[in-house]
């Protein structure tokens, strides 16, 4: 049978189109369900209050720069959603004297807006390389932290960004999750062409690499929600992003959902698609069924319940 069209955008691929039976199921999770999903190579964790979410998630960059040296340099690919962790990996780098400098520890932007066809550049008000140094790197210590060659964002030559990724060890690939199912830009892709009937296999999803990309109009909708006050005017509808193939290269995948970027729903599908092996490239999160080290952390209060409800 042929897959239904889109409920939210006919032209595109995406979660609405799957088998509604993994609807059902994914939907009747609560707490406990959730964390019974784990398995080898995918782990489910919970953090009772948003201070312990967010202190967990910084500690991951500290984890991974602690571990590289000028022999060995590592490091970590961050999101720009969630933010409210990165204040808080400058205080622990400067509270701990972690010498970044001397440790050759390196960092990869996940993505970057594109406007008129061109990357943006870091003094543009939307800007990730702007806002990870804002709250990020501008409050780290000078003498802490590493040189601006070691900071990478997909904005220059894409290619030598995704060829970065073979040099440096990436110790740890960390992100949210986003209204289409995607970590970083990685969105389902248009319906036309040889995916008129039918979305890309995971094979062939997971060899795309860092690429300018057409956004999901979910995804400029929810950009319009967190970052633009709904103004949906001010949202770039293309952007530069990393892709799986530089993905698979960290050693870990780390998913942080404090409850407010994507929803209920949306942050079981993704859990029930990965532990029961269900890759699919209409929701992307799912083909992290196949990498070896997955671990979704949840701020328990974030959670909610799927549930119909009349809401004033």
């Not at 959730?34 to 995918?42: D, H, T, Y």
């Not at 830009?185 to 990309?213: C, H, M, S």
Request: proline share 9%; net charge neutral.
């Amino acid at each position: 049978m042929p897959r239904p069209l889109s409920k939210l955008a006919p032209d595109w691929w995406d979660y609405t189109t799957l088998d509604p039976q993994i609807h059902k199921e994914a939907a009747k999770l609560d707490a406990k369900g959730l964390a019974q999903l784990s398995r080898p190579g995918f782990t489910v964790h919970f953090y009772d209050t948003i201070q312990e979410f967010y202190a967990a998630e910084a500690l991951e960059y500290i984890e991974a720069w602690s571990q590289s040296t000028p022999d060995n340099p590592a490091g970590i690919c961050g999101p720009i959603g969630p933010t409210e962790q990165l204040p808080i990996v400058a205080q622990m780098v400067n509270s701990l004297g972690l010498d970044l400098k001397k440790r050759e520890a390196h960092f990869w932007g996940m993505d970057e807006w594109v406007v008129n066809g061109k990357i943006v550049k870091p003094d543009h008000p939307l800007s990730f390389a702007k806002w990870d140094h804002d709250l990020c790197f501008n409050r780290i210590d000078k003498k802490l932290r590493m040189p601006d060659k070691n900071i990478h964002f997909p904005s220059g030559d894409l290619k030598d960004y995704s060829e970065s990724y073979n040099s440096v060890r990436c110790v740890l690939m960390q992100g949210g999750q986003g209204e289409t199912k995607h970590w970083a830009f990685n969105d389902p892709v248009p319906r036309k062409g040889k995916y008129k009937n039918q979305p890309p296999t995971p094979a062939e999803y997971r060899k795309l690499k860092t690429r300018i990309v057409d956004l999901h109009p979910l995804t400029i909708i929810q950009n319009a929600r967190t970052s633009g006050g709904g103004n949906v005017n001010l949202i770039p509808t293309v952007a530069a992003t990393v892709g799986p193939a530089e993905t698979w290269k960290a050693e870990r995948v780390s998913i942080w959902h404090p409850g407010y970027h994507d929803n209920p729903f949306g942050m079981r599908l993704s859990a029930f698609m990965i532990s029961k092996h269900l890759p699919d490239s209409s929701v992307p999160m799912s083909l992290l069924a196949d990498h070896p080290n997955v671990h979704f952390h949840y701020l328990r209060s974030g959670i909610g319940k799927v549930e119909i409800g009349m809401h004033e």
